[in-house]
């Protein structure tokens, strides 16, 4: 039967330019979280597909690598332009296959353009050092050389940023990459490859050289994905989904000595001091833990607050909580959108079961809209006080549930934001300057991010991003994340008539 989701989704995936066979034809079922609609059925990439993509992908490498960085920059700007004019149909697919509400999937392909603009720039600036050398007649310097072909595994819930946080910048750096997108989001995967073929073809027909593959998608489970892991003409692995995921991947990327660049799991806490200005914490507390239906891994899990504003706050959360709009994502008003499937909704009531068998007291996270859509899973958000950090809280549970604690003396409540196994995300609401720097000095937050009085949900691309501990240790995006899609090589140049020995050592013959 065709419902609404599939009808839009086939319109925007025809504006988007997507070929009908790659969609209509294959084995992958893509589904709507939002209405459980089937919108497509993918071709799934086999063994000999991946063999020939890698192929290919090395191939274009060997010709990307040599074309001049600014050269290479104008592809991305020229892709930037290319989503601009067709932001809103990304978007609105982004809401429909990943369950976004609309101004969350406009956001997601802004942080596209962003990360774009961002690589352009980058294309400028890939400049190494000029070291000091030891011996005379001597010059050190290092340079940063194109790495090959970089293999992008991403999660559904980031199903279109996260490519473009790593496609980018690798493209700059004079790579090439091959995309495994979630086998939950396959169509936002197709459409972005649309567009990028289209960026492509005007790049070339503006007179520059582009080898064929220079980014191409594979579509299918944990198995495509795999053979991207194991194949050694793929020298960096950056894989962004749950620790489970990472803990697989990782140590097979290790075993043939390639790069890994892990964005994994969060548990991501924010701390609300007896002197936090509460407004603005209820607004970063209900946006963090409730915004996207939980579906964040910088979503807020966990809020510590002082014994002297708890009760206080914990009301107001619940205020808020009980008026938040839960509905179709694309429909005006609309806060709180789905869950991805039945299994985050059976996920969600297991961790609740268990927050209130650790002695928690539950308020909301029920089922919705289930007599209007069935086929889909919608959940009241959920508050959660508990007597003490209990396993249910150290982790992570992705959908809409906060838990909160209570705390006396920083030095505690640092301790419980720092006593989980992830180490993504964390943030302190407090207007005393002391108490703000001790949570950001190195005795603070173990997490890669921490914030003063901003959420722990969503960053910039300005930033480096991820995090420590089972978050899996990498950063991308900005700052000088760009370094890891690249190898970098130390040249010692002798201009003089001798040959000095490094340390002064002596070797006469
Ligand atoms: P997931 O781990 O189920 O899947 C992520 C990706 O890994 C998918 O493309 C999947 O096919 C692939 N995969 C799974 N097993 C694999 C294997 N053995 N070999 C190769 N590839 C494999 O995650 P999900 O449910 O899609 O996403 C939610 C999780 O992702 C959460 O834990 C969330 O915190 C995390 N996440 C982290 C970040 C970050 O930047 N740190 C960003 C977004 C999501």
């Known amino acids: 039967m065709t419902t609404s989701s599939s009808l839009q989704a086939q319109t925007l995936l025809e504006r988007l330019g997507v070929s009908t066979a790659l969609y209509t034809q294959g084995t992958l079922v893509a589904r709507s979280p939002v209405d459980g609609a089937v919108m497509g059925q993918v071709v799934e990439s086999t063994a000999a597909d991946m063999q020939a993509v890698i192929g290919r992908a090395h191939a274009a490498f060997l010709q990307w690598r040599v074309i001049p960085a600014p050269k290479r920059g104008e592809l991305v700007r020229v892709f930037g332009e290319v989503l601009r004019a067709h932001k809103a149909d990304l978007a609105a697919l982004v809401s429909l296959e990943a369950g976004k509400i ?140 749950s620790t489970r995921m990472g803990r697989i991947v990782g140590p097979k990327v290790a075993a043939r000595f390639g790069r890994c660049l892990l964005e994994l799991g969060g548990n991501n806490a924010l701390i609300v001091s007896d002197k936090a200005d509460l407004d603005l914490a209820v607004r970063a507390i209900a946006f963090g833990a409730w915004g996207t239906a939980g579906q964040r891994c910088t979503t807020t899990r966990r809020v510590i607050a002082h014994h002297s504003v708890h009760d206080a706050l914990v009301e107001r959360l619940e205020k808020v909580r009980v008026q938040l709009k839960i509905g179709h994502p694309l429909q005006e008003g609309t806060l709180v959108g789905p869950l991805v499937d039945r299994l985050a909704f059976d996920a969600m009531q297991s961790a609740l079961a268990q927050a209130k068998a650790q002695g928690g007291t539950v308020r909301g996270g029920e089922r919705a809209l289930a007599t209007e859509m069935p086929e889909a899973y919608y959940a009241a958000p959920a508050l959660v006080t508990m007597p003490a950090q209990t396993e249910v ?117």
């Open 102 to 241: 609309a101004s969350e999937g406009l956001g997601e392909v802004q942080e596209m353009i962003d990360i774009c603009d961002f690589a352009v720039g980058l294309s400028r600036q890939l400049h190494g050092l000029t070291i000091a050398s030891e011996r005379p007649g001597h010059r050190m310097m290092e340079q940063w050389m194109p790495l090959g072909v970089v293999g992008i595994i991403s999660a559904f819930n980031f199903p279109v940023a996260v490519w473009a946080w790593n496609a980018a910048l690798a493209l700059v750096a004079g790579d090439t990459c091959v995309w495994k997108p979630s086998e939950k989001t396959p169509l936002t995967a197709l459409a972005t490859q649309a567009l990028f073929d289209k960026a492509v073809a005007a790049y070339v027909a503006a007179g520059h050289v582009a080898p064929e593959g220079l980014s191409q998608v594979l579509n299918g489970g944990a198995a495509v994905g795999e053979a991207l892991v194991t194949d050694v003409r793929v020298p960096l692995i950056s894989a962004t989904g």
């Open 393 to 509: 809280v150290c982790h992570e549970t992705f959908a809409p549930i906060l838990y909160v604690l209570k705390y006396s003396q920083l030095d505690e409540a640092i301790a419980l934001q720092n006593g989980v196994p992830q180490g993504l995300s964390s943030a302190i609401f407090t207007t005393d300057i002391r108490e703000a720097e001790a949570f950001m000095s190195a005795a603070g937050s173990d997490c890669g991010i921490a914030n003063v009085n901003i959420g722990t949900s969503g960053a910039e691309i300005g930033g480096a991003f991820g995090g420590e501990k089972e978050t899996g240790g990498g950063r991308e995006s900005g700052s000088d994340a760009w370094r890891q899609y690249m190898r970098r090589v130390t040249n010692t140049v002798n201009y003089s008539n001798s040959l000095p020995l490094a340390q002064g050592v002596k070797f006469d013959v």
